[in-house]
Structures are given as structure tokens and as C-alpha cells.
């Protein structure tokens, strides 16, 4: 059975639930109290530290690259409401009418789309054009990179391929492969768009704000399309071509209207996006505040070496944030090896790990806070359990006592695999002396990555060469459902998945029931029990969360860093001079 409510005025879904009896909501959050541009106009400069992947949707699989991506020129069935300006926080309607609502107990998902979005050619977004984005998920022989979250949560079987992994049975729009069971997993009647899950989720509406769910049309899908091309269905479209390596040009999108966007208020008529500037001098440019530099932003956090400077000085103080980075550094220990399948080693290893040694590597307290905890401190039901009760600093010789009783030969030879850069060469540098002290013998390996920032991922032919694999993970939306069962449910370890080999029935079965649990509160509440199970089993060894420190130049007005973007800049709402 469905209803309907009203939720400030937008007409939402419920679903009626155990015959009828229970209702669960659809609405998350208060409608956004939009406050329209007074002061329209002027070029916003965004400066890029780091190579852009994609733009293309699809291709798109989080950080930077999404934020923006959601902001300007894409846009969603729902999404992040902006941080203040009369918002309230949290998840709202975007290209759909309501948040959606679930039926068939939380495995269905609806979502009715509005009648005013347009791409940039003037012609009305469609469901068919939504529906066609997700399918272009599954394309990954000619797509590549992108989200997972289509294929893990929509109700699409999987298959082995010819090397023995499973992957979906679907292969893509273009390929005929399973084609019909996308057709029955996404459908469409009018502008009316459903999904169907392969189980019960009831934040799937959070998942639809990501770009692997953002709309694609089908014509504009062509040989000649690339990672960079952009078709625009928000306020700003690209000026030409992108230059990777230099970056490109975003003017106002004349088929979008405020009015029609209850989002975003995109103040600045340009956006000018530059990549290949370094962080030092990306942030230079903003202290000198000349120029371009007045009317800047950037997503690069200065360097530790730069926040006494920039704390200290009160010209520039003004125009600093500190927010937290989703970020959560880990030890994850490979279950699959000899040495981590003992669980009195994993329990000394994590005991003996000097958390506050790994924050101060990457600059102290500014930039890293210690935690034991896998989620961040922005995910609701979080807890920061320490499972072994021992400091921060470690305790090594608690740690040996462990080894010890139970009969383990010392030293214990352990295989580290981490991310290469010169600061996780620092940090895997000081946490090895409490190592050594609790009997541990670790022996590092420096695995490059594509650009600063990037993490490892160990597939399971690869893992039998690593004992323990450092990596970070953030939460693709706000809750625990999008970390604990990516890391530690042992059912989804495959080739490509985060799962390094922890396995444990328990924490399975724990994982199953706070999928089912319908009241939020109370399943985000579970998530971070479940993390603490994991800690406790010692699963992994949380190291420490980033803290990211943005200036902006001093033309800029309006500037919200918006934690539930990633903790970066909220485009939605700034201004510039003009």
C-alpha cells in the first residue's frame, strides 16, 4: 500500500509497511528555505591541484571530481542541501519531486522527476534519460572507473567471466548483454522512475545523489564523447572543450533557471576550472590575493607547513576553514595470510600501533586527529570505541605480553603494503619503532599510485603478497552503510572490492539485520556498533581522520565548506566580485 504526506509543502511518498500498519517517510530533511540571488555575476577561478579523471557521469567516482560536478552542471534525483544560507542540512529533492519513496519493504525505490529540468539545448530530462544514465554504469569495457553502487544495489544477478570473477550479467546499453534484466531492475512509466534492489535498503535515496545515477541522454552518447565531454542539466555548461593538464571554461547554462532549481544558487556567470597548479602554489596564489587569487577557491588543504602562517596571520585567518576530511586512514589486515589469520597477532598488531605517531607524520593535529574508529567523525552513529584499551601512542609491551601467552614465535614477520608518498613514507616510518618494540619484524612496500591522495586496492590474487594493507576510505554518502559493509562483510571480497580477506559470520549476520532496520537513528546507531565488533576482532586498525585547511580569496562571499560533499567547497552557494 502507498500514501502520500506532504513534507514543508513537496509532495513525498510513504510507504506502508507490516500490513499497512507501520509508515516510513520519505522525507529526510526540511525543505531548503531558498534564498535567490541578489548579487549575480563575476568569474569565479577554481584551482585544481590534481589531474581530473572524468567528467563524464559514469565515469565519475567521487572526491573532487563529484562535487563539482553535482553543483554545476549535473543534476540529480536528490542531493545534498547546501550548508546555510537558510538550508537545512541534509538530503532534498533535486530532479525528482520528493526524496522518493520505498515499497516491497525497502527493496523498490520511486521517484517522480520534475517538469522543468532542461539539458542545455532546451529540450526537457526524462526518466528514459535518467534511466539510460544507470545503465551506462555497466558498460565497464568501454566506460571504465565510475561508482559501484548501481551494480552492488540494483536486483541485476551476476555471472563469472572467463578469470573466474563474478561481475553483472548486465554488460551496458550498447552491448545486448542481459538487457532485460536492467529492464526489469529500472523502469519507467511517464516521468515516474523506479528501481528495484537486490535487498533492502532504505537510504537508497542518498545512494541516487551520486553522478552514477545523474541522467545521460542517449544521443549525446556518441563515439566522439569522452571522459571529459559534459552535457549540461544545471546551471553551468563547459565553454568549448576540457584541456587536460590546463582545464576549462564554465559559463551560465541559459536553459537553466533558478527558479526551477531548488538548490543551487549559482551566483558567479563563469566558472573558470585550472588544473596542474601545485598546492603551494595554488594556495600562494590566494594569500597574495591579487587578481584572480581575489575571486579564488580551491580543494587543495595547505600544507602543514603553511597553518601557522595562515592561522596566525589575522588577513588570512578570516579567510580560513578547518574542516574535517571524510578521509579515515586504516591498517586493514589480509584475514588470508598465515600471520593475520591468528587473532591474538592481529589483536598485538593493533595494540601496538602508535596512532599518534601516523597523525603527526602527516603534520599533527591540524591536519590528522588519531581515531580508532573506520567511520568519520560526519557519519551519524559513529563511535570511537578502543578496543584493546590502550592509548593512542600504543601500548608495545601489553602488545608483546599477548604474543607471548599465546605462543607465537617472535619476531613476527608482517608484509605492509601502503600508498606511496612522502608522507605515508613518514608515517609508516614512525609507527614502525612500537612495532619492533611488541615483536613485530615489518617489512614495508611503497605501491605507486596515479596522483597524491589516490589509494591502493588489493585484489585477492594480489593480496597473498601482503600481510596488512594501509588504505583510506571515505563514505560516499552520510552513513555507515556506504564503510562498514564495504570493508568487512566477507561476502562481497572479490577481485577489485575493498574486502582484503575479513570474514567473519557474526558480523555478516549484524550486517544483514541494520540493513533491515527502517528507523534511521537506530541503523545508523548499528553501523557503528558493527564498526566497533570489527575493531574488537580485530579487523582493522584505524589510524587517524584528515583535516583539511582551505583559504579563499577575499572577494569571495558566501563560502561553505559542505562536509556532506566530501568536506570541500560548496559551489552552490558562493559569490565573486563583479
Known amino acids: 500500500m502507498v500514501t502520500t504526506a506532504s513534507c514543508s509543502g513537496r509532495r513525498v511518498g510513504l510507504t506502508a509497511l507490516a500490513l499497512g500498519v507501520l509508515l516510513v517517510s520519505a522525507c529526510t530533511t526540511k525543505e531548503p528555505v531558498v534564498q535567490r540571488p541578489t548579487a549575480r555575476g563575476g568569474t569565479l577561478s577554481m584551482l585544481l591541484d590534481s589531474p581530473v579523471r572524468a567528467w563524464d557521469p559514469q565515469r565519475i567516482s567521487g572526491g573532487t571530481e563529484s562535487q563539482f560536478a553535482v553543483r554545476t552542471f549535473l543534476r540529480t534525483l536528490t542531493t545534498q542541501a547546501p550548508a546555510g544560507v537558510g538550508f537545512s542540512p541534509g538530503l532534498v529533492a533535486d530532479l ?4 522518493g519513496y520505498q515499497t516491497d519493504g525497502g527493496r523498490t525505490w520511486t521517484f517522480t522527476l520534475v517538469g522543468d529540468a532542461k539539458w542545455q539545448d532546451g529540450r526537457s530530462v526524462t526518466c528514459e534519460d535518467v534511466r539510460y544514465g544507470v545503465s551506462r554504469n555497466f558498460a565497464r569495457d568501454r566506460l571504465g572507473g565510475g561508482s559501484r553502487y548501481p551494480a552492488a544495489l540494483l536486483d541485476i544477478p551476476t555471472v563469472k567471466d572467463a578469470t573466474g570473477t563474478q561481475v553483472s550479467a548486465y554488460a551496458g546499453p550498447s552491448s545486448g548483454v542481459g538487457q532485460a534484466l536492467f529492464d526489469r531492475a529500472v523502469t519507467c512509466a511517464g516521468q515516474e522512475i523506479a528501481f528495484h534492489l537486490k535487498a533492502v535498503t532504505h537510504d537508497f535515496n542518498q545512494a541516487v545523489s551520486l553522478p552514477a545515477f545523474g541522467p545521460y541522454r542517449r544521443d549525446q552518447d556518441t563515439p566522439s564523447s569522452n571522459a571529459f565531454s559534459v552535457f549540461s542539466c544545471g546551471p553551468y555548461m563547459l565553454e568549448g572543450v576540457w584541456e587536460p593538464g590546463n582545464g576549462g571554461r564554465f559559463v ?39 587578481g584572480q587569487g581575489r575571486s579564488a577557491v580551491t580543494v587543495a588543504s595547505a600544507p602543514p607547513a603553511l597553518h601557522a602562517q595562515l592561522t596566525g596571520t589575522p588577513r588570512l585567518a578570516e579567510r580560513v576553514t578547518t574542516p574535517d576530511d571524510p578521509t579515515v586512514h586504516l591498517l586493514l589486515p589480509n584475514l588470508r595470510s598465515p600471520v593475520m589469520a591468528n587473532p591474538a597477532v592481529r589483536q598485538a598488531f593493533a595494540m601496538s600501533t602508535n596512532r599518534t605517531a ?41 602488545a608483546r605480553a599477548v604474543l607471548t601467552a599465546a605462543g607465537v614465535s617472535l619476531p613476527v614477520p608482517v608484509r605492509l603494503a601502503y600508498p606511496a608518498s612522502e608522507e605515508a613514507d613518514r608515517a609508516v616510518d ?31 590474487a594480489a593480496s597473498a603478497a601482503f600481510d596488512v594493507v594501509e588504505r583510506t576510505w571515505r563514505a560516499a554518502w552520510a552513513s555507515g552503510s556506504t564503510v562498514v559493509p564495504e570493508l568487512f562483510d566477507g561476502r562481497r571480497a572479490g577481485a577489485g572490492e575493498a574486502n582484503v580477506g575479513f570474514d567473519d559470520p557474526e558480523v555478516n549476520r549484524a550486517i544483514d539485520a541494520a540493513y533491515a532496520v527502517v528507523d534511521d537513528e537506530t541503523r545508523n546507531r548499528r553501523w557503528g556498533e558493527i564498526d566497533a565488533m570489527v575493531a574488537r576482532a580485530g579487523g582493522h586498525v584505524a589510524l587517524g581522520q584528515a583535516r583539511s585547511m582551505f583559504i579563499h580569496g577575499s572577494g569571495v562571499q558566501g563560502y561553505q565548506d559542505n562536509l556532506l560533499l566530501g568536506g570541500q567547497v560548496d559551489l552552490a552557494t558562493v559569490q565573486v566580485p563583479h
Open 252 to 290: 551560465r547554462n541559459r536553459n537553466w533557471l533558478v527558479r526551477d532549481d531548488p538548490v543551487r544558487l549559482a551566483y558567479p556567470d563563469v566558472i573558470e576550472a585550472r588544473e596542474g597548479i601545485t598546492t603551494t602554489a595554488a594556495i600562494q596564489r590566494i594569500i597574495d590575493d591579487q
Open 358 to 398: 601516523f597523525a603527526a607524520a602527516y603534520g599533527g593535529p591540524t591536519a590528522m586527529t588519531p581515531t580508532f574508529s573506520a567511520m568519520s567523525r560526519n557519519l551519524p552513529g559513529r563511535q570511537d570505541v578502543n578496543p584493546f584499551g590502550v592509548p593512542l601512542t600504543g601500548d608495545p609491551a601489553a
Open 96 to 99: 525528482a519531486t520528493s526524496t
Open 430 to 460: 614512525a609507527l614502525a619503532a612500537t612495532w619492533a618494540q611488541a615483536g613485530f619484524a615489518v617489512t614495508p612496500t611503497a605501491v605507486p599510485v596515479a596522483r597524491p591522495g589516490d589509494d591502493i586496492v588489493v585484489a585477492p
